[in-house]
């Protein structure tokens, strides 16, 4: 999703803005652009594409300056060209903006009516043109600045700069996320802190509705009442957020690949004695735990996938009812919460728009709002009730794997956590599940050992146009997700069904070209599913089956089975997600996609 990058000095700035756009290339973009005040005017380059594009073309155009701007534009409002590129510029004012300026049309009409010439399609253009207007009218530069933001619809951030006052950079912050970094004698805005790590790692995190003024010394920064606010600055670990490809060919894989560690982590300092620390999330947890009589889940995408996982747990394990939902339903529609609900929302980036949205609209009516997350300076842990962080550590590639699991295990820490405060799970069983958690990084580590396997048949996934992947039970959500990241990195359609409906419609589908992918551990269910699963081959269905040897499923033509390690059926779920993540980052390298930043989509989907 769009990302963007300021910042003011006294060196030339352009590196800096560049090298910032590059470590948001993780996010999804189309194009980039930037803007630097050079000897009293506005220089702008911008290029569809990659930002090496546009570092190529700043490179040669010479373009420099001590004060600019720079973006990744994820196209909304028209297509990727370079005159849809950001920034946009009205005389001698360049804007950058993250979010979606929904009242654009009725402004532009008013604008073109003033005299103003639109070269763009996007919703973005009308800002620049609105704070030039309302210049005229009078005022310093902030105060035309508020006077535009006032008039805008919608959920941004913006970075502005203007030509004729070259010792600020303005920025606002209204439903998009926005961090200052601070340098010594220069500073930078950001949407997101990765970006500034080369040059500093003290941040100051923003709150809705603030205005800042950053100049070389001095940031200023007034809250949504226009009160001029100390918001803290923090100091991070820059050596804890550093993130390379290291020795791996992609992104997606090496995060694969950590996911032993990064459960470790999740579990560190939060279970002891075979039980959960319930303090793990936050203070009023214990009361708020027992007093739940319903647990509402809301997220997107993956992050949805786990809730809908834990809703198995919730229910059959700390004996309380759950309902999950994606956020981008939930936050349209009237909703009746049952009394005592404690809203869970999960989300791998704490900046999700629906997420964010979907949390504020019911916030009020719940016991109380928790959220699990990987990002702790995010938005959604600053505006929940409590905040559980995953330290899956960052997550670069689109497709969320990493992120994925570390939620798994910290929604069952809050489904055993529950549980007991209900008094409805005993001490043995949560001992015994705290256990399960804990041998989860051998038995991942057993499961990464099959990547070759799983890489060998990947081949045969390569030419499908359609597939479809099978689950039962709480493995239904773990097909769910085996779906999404294959079509989201290898472009191949993917549906997941539980395995009982299949006879309602889908199996109209199978023949010999659809592979059919099911995840089949030994639970109470296996035999129902096999019995699925013959109904799959009855049709010439070819069949690819993860299964443990307890689930006892033979492999003969058609039928290929990828031996699982044997794994409590608790958390099996957790463990079944890793082959499915390997086939289908095999499927995308086969077919050649671009596996860390998959067409059309963003790392963090800021926008709704
Ligand atoms: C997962 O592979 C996706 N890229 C996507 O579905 C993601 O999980 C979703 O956008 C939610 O993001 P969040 O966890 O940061 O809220």
């Not at 991070?236 to 997606?252: C, E, F, I, N, Q």
């Not at 709480?474 to 999404?484: F, I, K, R, S, W």
């Amino acid at each position: 999703m769009c990302g963007i990058v300021g910042a003011i000095g006294e060196r030339n700035i352009t590196d800096v803005l560049i090298e910032g756009l590059r470590r948001l290339e993780y996010r999804g973009y189309d194009s980039a652009g930037l803007a630097v005040v050079h000897g009293g005017a506005i220089e702008r380059e911008r290029q569809p594409g990659k930002v090496q594009a546009l570092a190529d073309a700043t490179h040669a155009s010479g373009v420099s300056g001590q004060i600019g701007i720079a973006h990744t534009r994820w196209a909304t409002h028209g297509a990727p060209t370079q005159d849809n590129a950001h920034p946009h510029q009205s005389g001698d004012i360049a804007v950058v903006h993250n979010g979606i300026i929904e009242n654009y049309e009725a402004l532009r009409e008013q604008l073109q009516a003033e005299g103003y010439v639109f070269t763009s399609q996007t919703d973005t253009e009308v800002v620049p043109h609105l704070i030039q207007s309302e210049l005229k009218k009078g005022g310093d530069f902030m105060a035309a600045v508020r006077r535009a933001v006032a008039q805008l619809h919608g959920a941004f951030a913006l970075g502005i700069v203007r030509a004729t006052e070259p010792q600020r950079l303005l920025a606002v912050r209204q439903g998009s996320p926005l961090v200052v970094g601070l340098g010594i004698g220069e500073n930078f805005i950001s949407s997101d802190q990765l970006a500034l790590l080369p040059v500093t790692n003290r941040f100051i995190y923003l709150e809705e509705g603030d205005f800042i003024e950053l100049k070389r010394d001095q940031v200023t920064i007034w809250d949504a009442s226009g009160a001029v606010i100390a918001r803290p600055s923090v100091e991070l670990d820059a050596t804890v957020h550093a993130s390379s490809k290291g020795t791996y060919k992609h992104y997606m894989l090496k995060e694969i690949y950590e996911q032993p560690a990064a459960i470790q982590r999740t579990l560190a300092g939060r279970v002891s004695n075979g039980q959960v620390a319930i303090d793990a999330f936050g203070p009023q947890a214990a009361e708020l735990l027992s007093k739940a009589k319903h647990v509402q889940i809301l997220a997107c995408g993956t992050s949805y996938h786990a809730g809908y996982v834990a809703k198995y747990w919730f229910e059959a394990i700390a004996g309380v009812s759950c309902h999950v939902e994606v956020a981008s339903e939930f936050r349209y529609r009237t909703t009746v919460l049952p009394a005592d609900t404690l809203l869970v929302t999960i989300s791998q980036s704490g900046e999700t728009a629906d997420t964010l949205a979907a949390l504020r609209e019911v916030k009020s009516r719940a016991l109380g709002s928790l959220c699990i997350c990987n990002v702790p300076t995010s938005t959604l842990v600053r505006e929940s009730d409590l905040a559980f962080i995953t330290h899956a550590g960052p997550e670069i590639g689109v497709a969320s794997t990493k992120a994925f699991t570390t939620q798994l295990v910290a929604l069952m820490l809050l489904v055993l956590a529950t549980g007991r405060r209900q008094g409805n799970l005993t001490a043995e069983r949560e001992r015994d599940i705290v256990a399960q958690l804990a041998g989860l990084p051998t038995l991942c580590d057993e499961v990464l050992a099959m990547d070759q396997a799983i890489e060998r048949i990947a081949a045969e996934f390569g030419d499908k146009h359609h597939t479809l992947f099978l689950g039962r039970g709480a493995q239904y959500p773990v097909a769910m997700e085996g779906a999404l990241k294959l079509k989201e990195i290898s472009y191949i359609h993917a549906e997941a069904y539980p395995a009982g409906e299949l006879k309602h419609g889908p199996l109209a589908l199978v023949d010999q070209d659809m592979p059919v992918v099911a995840v089949a551990p030994k639970n109470d269910l296996i035999d129902k599913l096999k019995s699925n699963l013959q109904e799959v081959r009855a049709r010439a269905g070819v069949l690819y089956v993860f299964a443990d040897h307890a689930a006892d499923v033979r492999a003969e033509p058609g039928i290929k089975v990828f031996s699982m390690p044997s794994v409590a059926d608790e958390v099996a779920p957790i463990l079944y997600t890793i082959p499915l993540q390997l086939l289908s980052y095999h499927v995308a390298v086969i077919k050649g996609t671009d596996v860390d930043q998959p067409r059309n989509l963003a790392k963090s989907v800021t926008v709704e």
